[in-house]
Structure formats: C-alpha cells, structure tokens
C-alpha cells in the first residue's frame, strides 16, 4: 500500500499474517454482531469483558513496541470498535421500538381506567390480541388488574432477566433488574443507572 503525503511517499506493509489476522477479526467481528444483536442477547457482552480488556491491554503492548505489527493491531481494533458500536446501535433501536409499543399499551391502559373507573381485566378487553403483542415485545410480558390496579411490564430487549415495569400512579416506567435484586450485578446501561428506578413515558 502507498500513501502519499507533501509529494512524498510514505509506504507500510501488511505481511500475510497480518491479512491473516485481519480477516479472521473480521469474521468474528461480524459473528459477534449477528449473535449479540439479537433480541435479549445484550447482556452475554460481559460475557467478553475480561477477554478484551485484556486483549486491548496487549494491543496497546503491540502498538508501542512492536511497530512493524502497528497498523495491522490499529485496524483490528478499529474493526472490535466498530462491531461493539453496531451491537450497541442495534440494542438501542430494539429498545426504542419496544418502548413505543409498551408506551402505547400503558396509554391504553390508562385512558380505560379514567373512562370506566376500573382498569380492564385482560388486554384483550383493550383489543389487543396476545399474538399480536408478543410479536413486538416478546413472549414475556404480563398484565394484570388486581384489585383496580393495573400491573404491566415486559422483558428489556438487551436481556433476558429484567424487566421495565409501568407505573401507573406516576406515569413512569421502573427498571427492574434481576441481578440487582441479586446484589452481584448491574446490568442496566450507563444511562439508566444515571436515573435510578424510574423513566418517564415518552
């Protein structure tokens, strides 16, 4: 490859391994976004983080010592980089859309309550098929009118153990994480630990 740079060419060479390597991180780049950017499968990426902390450890060791292998470890960190961003992108746009359907139901919800003075028994009373929900926020969702109080929450999209419940009171939605509750682990995104509890409705 050549590179020129005031009239002057500036040159570096990738050997076959160096190819070899990227290739391979390529493909296993683009398996683990075809794998973790699936519906609730988010969370396996703290599954990875002390494999890569220590990976990206040694990569900062092969950039500085090592030059004639630089360019090659840089773009293999580009392309690790890269699919991290995609698997977050993904698991945003999963959430979003999640959250549009359950803010519409929660809506629902409401507006029965306020007209009837009661909350309806079932989401069918509302129209809403089972089949129909289950399609845009999974299978594992839950409604429920007990004692005149509706209950309703569904799974969070980029894990398959904790759940965004709505309050109904305080028009809110509470992020309920099974591994908090279990004291070992945090498994909510920087931004929702910055708002302990509960988001408001958008």
């Given at each position: 490859m050549t590179f020129k740079l005031n009239d002057s060419s500036?040159?570096?060479?990738?050997?076959?391994?160096?190819?070899?390597?990227?290739?391979?991180s390529t493909?296993?780049?683009?398996?683990?976004v075809l794998t973790l950017g699936q519906?609730?499968?988010?969370?396996?990426?703290?599954?990875?983080?002390?494999?890569f902390t220590a990976w990206f450890t040694?990569?900062?060791?092969?950039?500085?010592?090592r030059p004639y292998a630089r360019w090659a470890q840089l773009i293999r960190i580009f392309i690790w980089v890269v699919a991290f961003v995609m698997v977050a992108d993904i698991h945003y746009i999963w959430h979003k859309a999640a959250r549009v359907d359950?803010?519409?139901?929660?809506?629902?919800?409401s507006e029965y309550s306020e007209v009837y003075g009661r909350c309806p028994q079932s989401l069918e009373t509302l129209g809403i098929k089972r089949e129909q929900l289950a399609e845009r926020l999974g299978e594992n969702f839950g409604y429920s009118c007990i004692q005149?109080?509706?209950?309703?929450?569904y799974v969070a999209t980029f894990t398959i153990f904790d759940t965004f419940a709505y309050d109904f009171d305080e028009g809110t939605w509470e992020y309920e994480s099974w591994a908090e509750k279990k004291k070992f682990l945090d498994t909510r995104p920087p931004g929702l630990r910055e708002t302990p509890g509960k988001q408001r409705r958008s």
């Open positions: 500036v040159r570096f060479h990738l050997s076959r391994d160096s190819k070899k390597r990227i290739y391979t493909l296993f780049a683009v398996i683990l519906r609730h499968a988010g969370f396996l990426v703290f599954v990875l983080v002390l494999p040694y990569s900062a060791y092969v950039i500085v010592r359950a803010d519409q139901i929660a809506l629902a919800v005149g109080k509706p209950k309703f929450f």
